[in-house]
Every structure is written in C-alpha cells, then in structure tokens.
C-alpha cells in the first residue's frame, strides 16, 4: 500500500547496509526501462549501419536461391524439405545479429544501474498484489504520478519530433513522385535516418534522464525511520538493555567466582582502604605468584572482610596494592617487575605462619619499595 506522508516525513535516514542487502535478496534494486530501450534502439543503429550491407546482401542471395526453379525438388520431397530447412536457417542465421545485439545491449544498460539480481520473489504468488484496496493506493500513489507524466513527456517529446519532422518535409514528400526510383528511394532513405535520428536523440535524452530518477527514487523508497534504524540495530546488535543485563549477570558471576577464591589467597595486600588484591602462589604448579581476587573501593571492603574471616593475612603497602591493581588482571601471573616486591610479602607470609605455630616474634611489616614507573600514583604526579 502506498505509504502515508507522515510515513514519508519520518524517513529522513538513509538505508543502511542490511537492508540494501536485503531489498537486494528480495529482488528490489533501481532499473530503468528507459535506459534498456535507448540502449536497444542505439545497437539497432549501429548493427544496421556496420552489418546493413552484409545483412542486404545475404538477404538478396537468399531470396535469389529460393526463387530458383530445380526439376529435381518436384521430383524429392525430400530434397525439397532440405532445401527449405536450409533456407530457414540460413534466414535465421541472416537475421540473429539484429536480434541478439539490441538485446544484449538493452540487458547491458539495465544491469548497469541496479547489477544482476538471482531472486524468486518478485514472480513468487503474493496475494496481497490482488488487493483492491492496495491496488488503488499504489494507482494513485505519488510513484504512479510520476510515472504517468514520465510516459506523457516522453509521449508528446517523440510526437512533436515527429511533427516537425513531417511539417517540413511534406514538400519533398511530394517531390518524391516526380523523381526516378532510385533517387527517389535515396532522397527518402536519407529523409527516413534524419528522422530516426531525432527520435533515438530523444529517447537517449529520456534514458539519460530517467536513470538517475530511478536511483534517487530507490534511494528514497529505502530510507528508514528512526524507529526502524533502532529495531535493526536491535536485531544486528542485540538489545542494549538485554546486552547491558547480560553483561551485569557476567560480571556478577565473576565476582562471586573471585569473592569465593579469596579465602584460598596466601595474602590479601591493600591500600588500606581503597584497593585489596589477593595473590596465591603455589611451588611446582605456578610460575609466579597469581592474582585470585582484586577490587576497589566496596569491593576492596568485601574482600577484606573475607580475608579476615578465612584468617588470610592482610598487608597494608599502597603502592604495591596500586602497582598490582593496575598491572595484573585477576587469574593472571605477576610481572617480572614485580617479582621483589612480592617475594618480600611471601617471606612475611612464611614468618608470620612460624610465628604462629610458635616459633619466636611477630615478624614486622616488610616495607616494600616498587621499582620506578610502577606505582600509578606516582607516575601520575
């Protein structure tokens, strides 16, 4: 059905990708008709103008071939049916170059505007194409419109060619009784391309005119409404809103999967209070001590409360908490650059552990310098 012209105001956004790819499938792609018949009237021209005399002359001789009397042929039908099959093919043969080329030619032009298309829907039974009601809508749609005074201009353009043509040459038209057959037949033969000439330089003008019309009015019938942009990138991205759930449920996932690891951790190194990142080391099964758990802020908080009821010590060094936060994603080897500094927490770990199973003082806090470059918060000063 025609679209309204509310419908028509709200496609002011160009057709995307997908839906071209899909008008395309569809079979929906510009052509112009005018451009197939200009095409096919030109090769017409130029076939008869480079292949007229070779087509004259076959002609003649063919004609001369089956005008000749053979006794013979009366005699054998057969021969007869020969002659006459020969005759038909050789005809055939005389008349397929003016054939095939203005068809070639007129396929060439329409497929140079929209390309080749391989679909069955267009010839696939819609029976929404039989709706009365649908059927005057596109009748008196704004496209009908403008097809109807597209066929009236080319109409009245070839018309009035054909008028001037005819005005001025009604005295050489009569002149043509008085004058020898042959240069009677010149005169009009010269007459006659003049006026096929006109009329193929209008048509060409209506070709040349229609194929950009037939994309612009493409380009238009696929424009989309900001309301069908959102629901194809809907379909083709997903939902933002579910995407957006989807991720939330991952991270939290994550996070409980981290949380849960935290009371596994050999220590727990924190801010004290903004960052907490929790390292394991495991000898023979870890190349390097691994971060299991980090966060910040109330995540930080949490894993600290875990830490302290699963008896996982806490180490209160800024800098390295900033350095392993930044540098070290969860489930993830420490660098090289940081092998010190966290050789030195896992030495207070294993002094503390003897501490506790009775073997001499609490050790003191390790204070742990970083190598240069490696604590954001001083490179960020």
Same mark, same amino acid.
């Given at each position: 059905m025609a679209?309204?012209?509310?419908?028509?105001d709200?496609r002011?956004l160009p057709?995307?990708e997908r839906?071209?790819?899909?008008?395309?499938?569809?079979?929906?792609?510009?052509?112009s008709?005018?451009?197939g018949?200009?095409?096919?009237?030109?090769? *017409?021209?130029?076939?008869?103008?480079l292949?007229g005399?070779t087509?004259a002359?076959?002609?003649l001789?063919?004609?001369?071939?089956t005008?000749?009397?053979d006794?013979?042929?009366?005699?054998?039908?057969?021969r *007869?049916l020969?002659?006459?099959?020969?005759?038909?093919?050789?005809?055939l043969?005389?008349?397929?170059?003016?054939?095939?080329?203005?068809?070639?030619?007129?396929?060439?032009?329409?497929?140079?505007?929209?390309?080749?298309?391989?679909?069955?829907?267009?010839i696939t039974?819609?029976?929404?194409?039989?709706?009365?009601v649908?059927?005057l809508?596109?009748?008196?749609s704004?496209?009908?419109l403008?097809d109807?005074?597209?066929?009236a201009?080319?109409?009245?353009?070839?018309?009035?060619?054909?008028?001037?043509?005819?005005?001025?040459?009604?005295?050489?038209?009569?002149a043509?009784?008085g004058?020898?057959l042959?240069?009677a037949?010149? *005169?009009?033969?010269?007459?006659?391309?003049?006026?096929?000439?006109a009329?193929?330089?209008?048509?060409?003008?209506?070709?040349?005119?229609?194929?950009?019309?037939?994309?612009?009015?493409?380009?238009?019938q696929?424009?989309?409404?900001?309301?069908?942009a959102?629901q194809?990138?809907?379909?083709?991205?997903?939902?933002?809103?579910v995407k957006g759930?989807i991720?939330?449920?991952?991270?939290?996932?994550?996070r409980?999967?981290?949380l849960?690891?935290?009371?596994?951790?050999?220590?727990?190194?924190?801010?004290?209070?903004?960052f907490a990142?929790a390292?394991k080391?495991?000898?023979?099964?870890?190349?390097?001590?691994?971060?299991?758990?980090?966060?910040?802020d109330?995540l930080?908080?949490?894993?600290?409360?875990?830490?302290?009821?699963?008896?996982?010590?806490?180490?209160?060094?800024?800098?390295?908490a900033?350095?392993?936060?930044?540098?070290?994603?969860v489930?993830?080897?420490?660098p090289?650059a940081?092998y010190?500094a966290?050789?030195?927490?896992l030495?207070?770990?294993?002094?503390?552990?003897?501490? *506790?199973?009775?073997?001499?003082?609490r050790?003191?806090?390790?204070?742990?310098?970083?190598?240069p470059?490696?604590?954001?918060?001083?490179?960020?000063?």
């Amino acid at each position: 059905m025609a679209e309204s012209t509310d419908d028509r105001d709200e496609r002011r956004l160009p057709a995307s990708e997908r839906k071209l790819q899909q008008a395309r499938e569809g079979g929906q792609v510009p052509r112009s008709r005018e451009a197939g018949h200009a095409a096919a009237l030109l090769a *017409a021209l130029a076939c008869v103008g480079l292949y007229g005399p070779t087509f004259a002359e076959r002609t003649l001789d063919l004609v001369r071939g089956t005008l000749r009397f053979d006794r013979a042929l009366t005699r054998e039908p057969e021969r *007869a049916l020969a002659a006459a099959a020969a005759a038909g093919a050789e005809a055939l043969w005389s008349v397929m170059p003016l054939l095939v080329v203005p068809l070639m030619a007129s396929l060439g032009a329409t497929l140079a505007i929209g390309g080749l298309v391989f679909s069955s829907k267009p010839i696939t039974p819609d029976l929404s194409r039989i709706d009365p009601v649908a059927g005057l809508g596109r009748l008196f749609s704004m496209e009908s419109l403008i097809d109807l005074g597209k066929l009236a201009v080319i109409a009245l353009a070839i018309g009035s060619v054909g008028a001037w043509i005819a005005a001025g040459g009604l005295a050489q038209f009569a002149a043509y009784a008085g004058m020898p057959l042959p240069a009677a037949l010149a *005169a009009a033969g010269s007459d006659l391309r003049f006026g096929i000439f006109a009329i193929a330089g209008v048509v060409v003008a209506v070709a040349l005119a229609d194929a950009p019309l037939q994309i612009w009015r493409f380009n238009r019938q696929m424009m989309m409404t900001p309301a069908e942009a959102k629901q194809e990138f809907k379909e083709s991205e997903g939902d933002p809103l579910v995407k957006g759930k989807i991720k939330e449920r991952q991270r939290a996932m994550s996070r409980g999967r981290m949380l849960a690891a935290v009371p596994t951790a050999d220590v727990v190194v924190t801010n004290p209070t903004h960052f907490a990142v929790a390292l394991k080391y495991e000898d023979g099964a870890m190349g390097a001590p691994k971060v299991i758990a980090k966060g910040a802020d109330l995540l930080a908080a949490r894993i600290r409360e875990i830490a302290a009821e699963a008896g996982v010590p806490l180490l209160e060094s800024p800098p390295l908490a900033r350095a392993l936060y930044r540098h070290v994603e969860v489930d993830r080897e420490i660098p090289a650059a940081l092998y010190s500094a966290v050789a030195q927490v896992l030495a207070w770990v294993y002094q503390l552990d003897q501490h *506790a199973r009775g073997g001499g003082a609490r050790p003191a806090e390790p204070g742990i310098v970083l190598p240069p470059g490696l604590d954001p918060q001083e490179r960020d000063a």
